[in-house]
């Protein structure tokens, strides 16, 4: 009994003064959703023993001349280096080859071999160089005749000098490949957002290294610090002025996969004209017991971390005791989720005041027809966003050549969270992949990638 008079009072309220809209929720203040943490892109190093050699051969002087005095008068003295053989032994790089040398004596010429060793420890610098360091070069013979020679002429250090200064200077530059891939992933990637210019970001803050691991040749993992974001509006994306910050060693680097959170965003206008394909000429009619009421402009916005679809309500209302035009907006609330690449509100209700509308219309079932209408309308289609995410730490860090190449290929992408900013959308998006930096190239790697 109570029931029916307050639908009574409802209804006349209605045919008197006309409905009571519900009121607007209040969009936020538009503060800004923090980027992701920092985190860092692992690339591990293999140079091989054999691209080792290669470089250290060619480094290493492979013959040598001179004079020394003796008796009164200059002696000549000639030496010729076999091929380096590089091994590895308590942290250091062991290179190993035959000498033979030639000194003229008088009445005589000596021919006598030699046994160069050089143990040296490798290292990468601030400026992306593998150097060797503490070199130590030895020259020793088991032949009695040169034990005389170089007391006479020194000829094991005319020989291990310009080795050792040589190899000193040697420098393996990894600059290249690490600025093309810096390159690559520093690169802004743009997002579809509506006639505003957005883009991803991932900005590199810091490189390190971790320690070197030798295993048949040199190993180690680099790390690029990288900080996600999104911007709006979009830098230059042909900025080519940035560069490599210098080299950090550091202690430690976790190895294996790494995850990075890239940040994409949607524009609310992008759902606004999702809802609009479902209208007629602008309109959507919803009720068959109020067949001349329609619902129109639809528009989304944010209000308290939620989003809120407005709808205009418009048409006449002359049943039931009710005669009126029905001017005003509905009020639907929800979250967003992103479901199968598709961003969509699967929550979407009707706000109370919005129910108490349709219920003083006695059309609580279209309440339920409207909502339905809408969650199926809500649905973007974000998938080549998350296609742009997914390749910036896959196919486009996969480069080089016979020599040397870059590879990266993704393991997992999964959409950690969606949230509502004042001006779009931002969802979150973790990409877990592995990278390797081949010296030369793996050609066994680079084909087991996606």
Known sequence: ??????????????????????????????????????????????????????AVDDAAPRSGEGTFPMLGSDRRYTWERGPLDVGFAQGRVVLATKVHATISLPLKTLDLPLDLRVEAEPVIGAAYAVKLQSVDVRVASSDARLAIADKVAGVYEKVASPIAARLREFSYDLRPLLAQAYARITRPFALAAGEASACAVLRVLDVEAGPTVLADGVEKDIALVVAPSVMLPCPDLHDDGAALPALSNVASIVSGPFTVTIPIAARYEELTRAMSAAFTDGKLFFSSAYPHVYLERPQIYEAGGALVLSLHIAGPVREMGIDTDLDGDLYLTGHPAVVDNELSIPDLEPTIESRNFLLSLKAMKDADSIRDQARAALRLDIGDRLRDARDRLGPQLTFGDEKACFHAEVDRVQVTGVHAHAAYLRAYVAVTAHARLSMPCDRATEAGGG
């Open 1 to 54: 009994m109570r029931a029916a008079l307050v639908a009574s009072a409802l209804l006349l309220s209605c045919s008197r003064f006309g409905p009571v809209y519900p009121p607007r929720p209040a969009p936020s203040l538009g503060a800004p959703v923090n980027d992701p943490e920092p985190s860092r892109v692992v690339v591990h190093l293999a140079i091989t023993s054999g691209a080792l050699r290669a």
